[in-house]
């Protein structure tokens, strides 16, 4: 089974802060995606990331795939209170119909 | 959005019960997954659905079916509810199976087994 280690677990910040948080394996996935999730729903996908060393840019965020397709990063500029949720990523290895492989998620609360 | 129900939203069963979650979607996407949410363990695949009538185990199959007569449905079956089945339940739908197709997911159910 892969393994999806996402750090730091807990986040808390102030607005108008920077920060980043990391997803990493010791696997090499075909892709990775990252999700956000809010209180009382289900996880929303962000961003999916395919080539390795490739960097997305979501307004205010900014996702990037390692260049050995094993880890990733998110790098939030200026948070805001909307920013506020749970983040996971989740890597595919071989496209299969079960091939996500889920973080356990970073918890993020930007304090107005 | 994508057009998935998940019911009921919230449930309290004693243990030992038979339980059954519904997944309902409108999009008619071919692949369906139940999933749960437990702290400390993110999301982890119970079982999955390649289409009517096919289906296969994920990584916490235990205690879990599934059955699918209908694209629209996706049915998760808790045979003897066990307190180790106290979580939160997510359906999610792919439209096709490819190293980049998302998921998307409905709101949860929280089922409470005591």
């Known amino acids: 089974t892969q393994l999806l280690e996402q750090s730091p677990q807990f986040l808390s910040i102030q607005e108008g802060e920077n920060l980043t948080v990391y997803c990493n394996s010791s696997s090499v996935f075909s892709s990775l995606q990252w999700y956000r999730q809010e209180p009382g729903e289900g996880p929303v996908l962000l961003v999916t990331?395919?080539?390795?060393?490739e960097v997305k840019k979501l307004k205010r965020l900014t996702f990037q795939f390692g260049d050995a397709r094993k880890d990733s990063s998110l790098h939030i500029t200026a948070a805001q209170p909307g920013d506020t949720g749970l983040y996971l990523c989740?890597?595919?290895?071989?496209?299969?119909?079960?091939?996500?492989?889920f973080g356990k998620g970073t918890h993020l609360i930007i304090q107005p | 959005d994508a057009g998935i129900t998940q019911s009921p939203r919230h449930k309290v069963t004693e243990t030992g019960t038979p339980v059954t979650l519904r997944c309902h979607q409108t999009?008619?996407?071919?692949?369906m997954y139940w999933y749960r949410q437990d702290p400390g363990h993110g999301l982890r695949l119970i079982h999955y659905?390649?289409?009517?009538?096919?289906?296969d185990k994920g990584e916490v199959s235990d205690g879990y079916s599934v059955s699918r007569s209908k694209t629209e449905d996706f049915l998760l079956t808790l045979e003897s509810a066990t307190s180790s089945q106290t979580s939160v339940y997510f359906c999610?739908?792919?439209?096709?199976?490819?190293?980049?197709?998302?998921?998307?997911f409905g709101n949860g159910t929280r089922l409470t087994v005591t």
């Open positions: 659905s390649y289409g009517v009538k096919d289906t």
């Open positions: 999009e008619n996407h071919r692949y």
């Open positions: 990331v395919v080539t390795g060393g």
């Open positions: 989740a890597g595919a290895e071989r496209g299969g119909a079960d091939g996500l492989t």
């Open positions: 999610a739908i792919s439209e096709a199976v490819s190293y980049n197709s998302p998921l998307h």
